[in-house]
């Protein structure tokens, strides 16, 4: 694979159309923790999303490191993921402790589940049901971190493999995460926790994103896909988002078929979403002028601290004035626009000064990286 396959058309080795894809992420995101009754099921759209670009960009980095360096060095990208993920984090987090206090919350509690999330931990807290705060939907951003931990010291070990190799092992590693996804007891809220917010069910996304990557790198031409494949994975995914969540409305259903539902719209919309990621990545020439405008390239800009923001102020305003029916839909379109505001200082008063410090451990600028390797999420 030539190494300017993310960066062609870019000029700076920017991926317009994978910054589009962020937005679109955070935008389903956003709008499903705002109660929009169509789009109830697009937290959990986006949140696969994420997962699968977060494991392509970041898979394709530590590839193209190890390819021009001869090994990747663990430290740098260490700093690096610290200098662009935990200031925002920490400022978002003492602002969700201080808001929830002032609506009433027990500080010990909101202590608590900040350290939790601070430390990447709040995916086990959610699994224990623990939370329920502000800092519920962290789940995400700490299944990645560990993911973080965890993928480069097995792109280290296998640097002999060859890249398919490596790939169908994250292949198998997947398909074990989803076996073991459908096989916990998911019509039961026990079982329906541990599947939803344990790494050992949910690395699957992650897992694919590096696959793709693996396979992209190995491969000695260029790969593009059929128009078909970019609007049916597109049509497909978007479904996944709006279709489950047509018939929840306002109110969330618990029964067991919702559960089940619930379980298996994430790898359905982490197939899809790869199918997205790929044709992007591959520069498909029939992408929608949308993918790369103003509002989406705006919103996968500042995707990570509205990611932060939006459920600690949807929380903080909802626990005051209600979060259900109709009251919850206008509490949660107030709080997403509030969260843009907050989103946009965050990118320019915490995120991007760190950024600019990151560049010191950066060893050289490497070809073709895209800006967007943070796929954020979150989510």
Same mark, same amino acid.
């Given at each position: 694979?030539? +190494? +300017?396959?993310?960066? @062609?058309?870019?000029?700076?080795?920017?991926?317009?159309?994978? +910054?589009?894809?962020?937005?679109?992420?955070?935008?389903?995101?956003?709008?499903?923790?705002? /109660?929009?009754?169509?789009?109830?099921?697009?937290?959990?759209?986006?949140?696969?999303?994420?997962? #699968?670009?977060?494991?392509?960009?970041?898979?394709?980095?530590?590839?193209?490191?190890?390819?021009?360096?001869?090994?990747?060095?663990?430290?740098?990208?260490? !700093?690096?993921?610290?200098?662009?993920?935990?200031?925002?984090?920490?400022?978002?987090?003492?602002?969700?402790?201080?808001? !929830?206090?002032?609506?009433?919350?027990?500080?010990?509690?909101?202590?608590?589940?900040?350290?939790?999330?601070?430390?990447?931990?709040? /995916?086990?807290?959610? &699994?224990?049901?623990?939370?329920?705060?502000?800092?519920?939907?962290?789940? $995400?951003?700490?299944?990645? %971190? &560990?993911?973080?931990?965890?993928?480069?010291?097995?792109?280290?070990?296998?640097?002999?493999?060859?890249?398919?190799?490596?790939?169908?092992?994250?292949?198998?590693?997947?398909?074990? *995460?989803?076996?073991?996804?459908?096989?916990?007891?998911?019509?039961?809220?026990?079982?329906?926790?541990?599947?939803?917010?344990?790494?050992?069910?949910?690395?699957?996304?992650?897992?694919?994103?590096?696959?793709?990557?693996?396979?992209?790198? &190995?491969?000695?031409?260029?790969?593009?896909?059929?128009?078909? =494949?970019?609007?049916? *994975?597109? #049509?497909?995914?978007?479904?996944?988002?709006?279709?489950?969540?047509?018939?929840?409305?306002?109110?969330?259903?618990?029964?067991?078929?919702?559960?089940? $539902?619930?379980?298996?719209?994430?790898?359905?919309?982490? #197939?899809?979403?790869?199918?997205?990621?790929?044709?992007?990545?591959?520069?498909?020439?029939?992408?929608?002028?949308?993918?790369?405008?103003?509002?989406?390239?705006?919103?996968?800009?500042?995707?990570?601290?509205?990611?932060?923001?939006?459920?600690?102020?949807?929380?903080?305003?909802?626990? @005051?004035?209600?979060?259900?029916?109709?009251?919850?839909?206008?509490?949660?379109?107030?709080?997403?626009?509030?969260?843009?505001?907050?989103?946009?200082?965050?990118?320019?008063?915490? %995120?991007?000064?760190?950024?600019?410090?990151?560049?010191? =451990? %950066?060893?050289?600028?490497?070809?073709?990286?895209?800006?967007?390797?943070?796929?954020? #999420?979150?989510?």
């Amino acid at each position: 694979m030539p +190494d +300017d396959t993310l960066g @062609k058309g870019s000029g700076h080795g920017r991926v317009p159309g994978l +910054d589009g894809l962020r937005g679109l992420a955070v935008l389903l995101v956003v709008l499903a923790h705002a /109660n929009i009754p169509i789009v109830r099921y697009g937290g959990i759209a986006g949140v696969a999303l994420f997962f #699968v670009l977060s494991g392509f960009l970041i898979t394709t980095l530590l590839v193209r490191e190890r390819r021009r360096f001869g090994h990747v060095s663990l430290r740098s990208f260490y !700093a690096r993921r610290a200098l662009r993920l935990l200031p925002a984090l920490v400022v978002a987090i003492a602002g969700g402790v201080v808001l !929830a206090i002032a609506v009433g919350s027990d500080p010990v509690t909101m202590a608590k589940d900040g350290l939790a999330s601070l430390f990447y931990l709040g /995916n086990f807290r959610d &699994q224990l049901g623990l939370y329920g705060g502000p800092f519920a939907h962290l789940w $995400t951003l700490a299944m990645e %971190e &560990q993911f973080y931990l965890l993928w480069p010291l097995v792109i280290v070990a296998t640097g002999s493999w060859r890249r398919a190799d490596v790939a169908r092992v994250a292949l198998a590693i997947a398909g074990i *995460s989803l076996v073991v996804r459908f096989g916990v007891g998911i019509d039961q809220r026990p079982g329906y926790r541990i599947a939803y917010y344990s790494p050992q069910t949910n690395v699957y996304g992650l897992l694919l994103g590096s696959a793709a990557a693996l396979w992209i790198s &190995q491969r000695r031409r260029r790969v593009e896909f059929p128009s078909w =494949f970019w609007w049916g *994975s597109l #049509v497909m995914y978007l479904g996944v988002a709006t279709v489950p969540g047509m018939k929840n409305g306002l109110r969330e259903i618990n029964d067991s078929s919702t559960l089940v $539902t619930r379980i298996a719209a994430g790898p359905a919309a982490a #197939v899809f979403g790869l199918g997205l990621v790929l044709a992007v990545a591959t520069s498909n020439p029939a992408l929608p002028g949308w993918l790369t405008s103003r509002v989406m390239l705006f919103l996968g800009n500042i995707s990570y601290g509205l990611y932060l923001w939006h459920e600690i102020l949807d929380w903080t305003i909802g626990h @005051k004035l209600g979060s259900t029916g109709l009251r919850g839909l206008a509490v949660g379109s107030c709080s997403a626009v509030l969260a843009v505001g907050a989103a946009v200082l965050s990118k320019r008063y915490v %995120e991007d000064p760190f950024l600019r410090r990151k560049q010191r =451990f %950066e060893r050289t600028a490497l070809p073709g990286t895209s800006a967007s390797e943070d796929a954020g #999420v979150r989510r």
